[in-house]
């Protein structure tokens, strides 16, 4: 995958990150990759050489400096992606890390990482990790919110955090600690996040619906909301977040940020209930329904607390998300 970054980056072969794509297309595309599809159908996204080269040269001139990229994410989707063209583009190596990050060893000529906050949560647990973490440049974690406590831990580790917010439509994370990278114009219309900038990619492979509902005069008109507080970007949540449940609105990116803080590995998710219009399930091994409700209802309201108890381990994707498509399944199964 290395090699194949590389000849992108500098020849006119085209990249190829899903096996499964078979097809002839444009040859400025430098690079397919699907979507998570944790909360939906996964997508074929096309993404320009250009495209894949602006982000790498706008985080690199936010920065300041190049760096070496340490790949410890799957490589087939976008942050593990960026992690090879960022590095590559610089001129340097591309050192492979075990997603437990049991090997990571720093070069010491200017050394970063993408990770998420999974990855993270488990580095502060292990000191020899942490403090070979810590000796890092920068350690950039996306793909989910990161906690403001966990944050903190690593901080006091001397980890040089910095979160990033982004997608695979903009060639990943294209905003650093709620500040748009160079060249990316990132604005709220009502409360929905719109981007537009030289890093967004060209449109879906195969639907061509989609891609205009997304595309719209030259912005990607992305599912979460968010606002601006001193002029950075916070992330409210996702549009469809928002479920009804007996007749209330509940927000679940408010349920989810209050569950990480008690248990960083619960997940909280919805499915469809005759009685309830919408029923909040929490899945974790420990605890009881009665137990979880208890300590919620200290910062939530009685109306948003789950109805549910999925006492399994919430599964996970490959880039570390909680795969809530798995879990309703698991839950209509049931």
Same mark, same amino acid.
């Given at each position: 995958?290395?090699?194949a970054?590389?000849r992108?980056l500098?020849?006119?072969e085209?990249?190829?990150?899903?096996?499964s794509v078979?097809?002839d297309?444009?040859a400025?595309?430098?690079a397919?990759v699907?979507?998570s599809?944790t909360?939906?159908?996964s997508?074929l996204v096309?993404?320009?050489?250009?495209a894949?080269?602006a982000a790498?040269?706008?985080?690199r001139?936010?920065f300041?400096a190049d760096?070496?990229?340490?790949?410890?994410l799957?490589?087939?989707y976008?942050?593990g992606l960026m992690v090879q063209?960022?590095?590559l583009? #610089? &001129? /340097?190596? %591309?050192p492979?890390?075990?997603? *437990?990050?049991?090997? =990571?060893?720093?070069?010491?000529?200017? !050394?970063a990482?993408?990770?998420?906050p999974?990855?993270l949560?488990r580095?502060?647990?292990?000191p020899?990790i942490?403090h070979?973490?810590?000796?890092f440049d920068?350690?950039?974690?996306?793909?989910?919110?990161?906690?403001?406590?966990l944050?903190?831990r690593a901080?006091?580790?001397?980890?040089?955090?910095?979160?990033?917010y982004g997608?695979?439509?903009?060639?990943g994370?294209i905003?650093?600690d709620?500040?748009p990278l160079?060249?990316?114009?990132?604005r709220?219309?009502?409360d929905?996040?719109?981007i537009?900038g030289p890093?967004?990619?060209?449109?879906?492979l195969?639907d061509?619906a989609a891609s205009?509902?997304a595309?719209?005069?030259d912005?990607l008109?992305?599912r979460?909301?968010g606002?601006?507080d #001193? &002029? /950075?970007l %916070?992330?409210?949540g996702?549009? *469809?977040?928002?479920? =009804?449940?007996?007749?209330?609105n509940? !927000?679940?990116?408010?349920?989810?940020a209050?569950l990480g803080?008690l248990?960083p590995?619960?997940?909280?998710f919805?499915v469809?209930?005759?009685?309830?219009?919408?029923?909040?399930v929490?899945?974790h091994p420990?605890?009881?329904?009665?137990?979880?409700r208890?300590?919620?209802?200290e910062h939530?309201?009685?109306?948003w607390l789950p109805r549910q108890?999925l006492p399994a381990?919430?599964?996970?994707?490959?880039?570390?998300?909680?795969?809530?498509q798995a879990?309703?399944?698991?839950?209509?199964?049931?």
């Open positions: 995958m290395i090699d970054v590389a992108m500098g020849g006119t085209t990249l190829w990150l899903a096996d078979r097809r297309v444009d400025r595309v430098g397919v699907a979507t599809g909360t939906g159908t997508r096309a993404l320009s050489r250009d894949l080269v790498a040269k706008a985080s001139s936010h300041g760096l070496t990229w340490h790949l410890a799957p490589d087939r976008v942050a063209v960022r590095s583009q #610089a &001129g /340097r190596p %591309v492979k890390v075990g997603s *437990d990050l049991a090997d =990571l060893r720093p070069l010491g000529d200017g !050394d990482i993408s990770i998420v999974t990855q949560h580095a502060v647990e292990q020899d942490a070979r973490l810590a000796a920068l350690v950039l974690v996306g793909g989910a919110p990161l906690r403001q406590d944050r903190a901080e006091d580790f001397g980890i040089k955090v910095a979160e990033s997608m695979s439509e903009t060639c994370g905003v650093w709620g500040v160079p060249g990316v114009d990132v709220i219309v009502g929905r996040v719109t537009a890093t967004l990619f060209d449109g879906y195969g061509d205009r509902d595309l719209v005069a912005r008109i992305t979460d909301r606002h601006f #001193a &002029g /950075r %916070v992330i409210d996702r549009v *469809d977040d928002i479920v =009804l449940s007996g007749g209330v509940v !927000d679940l990116a408010q349920v989810r209050v803080s248990a590995d619960a997940v909280a919805a469809p209930d005759p009685e309830w219009g919408s029923r909040v929490l899945a420990e605890g009881t329904l009665e137990s979880w208890a300590a919620l209802s939530l309201p009685r109306t108890h381990q919430a599964p996970r994707t490959q880039g570390g998300k909680p795969d809530y879990l309703i399944a698991t839950m209509s199964q049931s």
